[in-house]
Nanobody
């Protein structure tokens, strides 16, 4: 019943920006922790950015200073703002969210993935 719906991917030139969104569809109480992952062809999926329930945020060295993770609990949505994009950022991006049901039980889901292509 609960699923994550991603959007915002696309084709962008080097140096450009994209904003990815991940909406938690279904009845939940709130988002607790979240993370953005990416996987390029022939490469292992890697953690790009994460935010824990206590507010701590961590970024991969390759994106630090360029990407920003955030969320809007009122809309059950998380975001990844990507600036100064490079060709090596090309990958399928996945969101992963740990959330709390209104019953207070915890659960987590993966998004379906959205393609980001950085090319001139």
């Amino acid at each position: 019943q609960v699923q994550l719906v991603e959007s915002g991917g696309g084709l962008v030139q080097p140096g450009g920006s994209l904003r990815l969104s991940c909406v938690v569809s279904g009845s939940i109480f709130r988002i607790n922790s979240m993370g953005w992952y990416r996987q390029a062809p022939g490469k292992q999926r890697e953690l790009v950015a994460s935010a824990s329930s206590d507010g701590s945020i961590n970024y991969a060295d390759s994106v630090k200073g360029r990407f920003t993770i955030s969320r809007d609990n009122a809309k059950n949505t998380m975001f990844l703002q990507m600036n100064s994009l490079k060709p090596e950022d090309t990958a399928v991006y996945y969101c992963n969210v740990e959330f709390q049901y209104r019953s207070l039980r915890y659960d987590r889901r993966w998004g379906q993935g959205t393609q980001v292509t950085v090319s001139s």
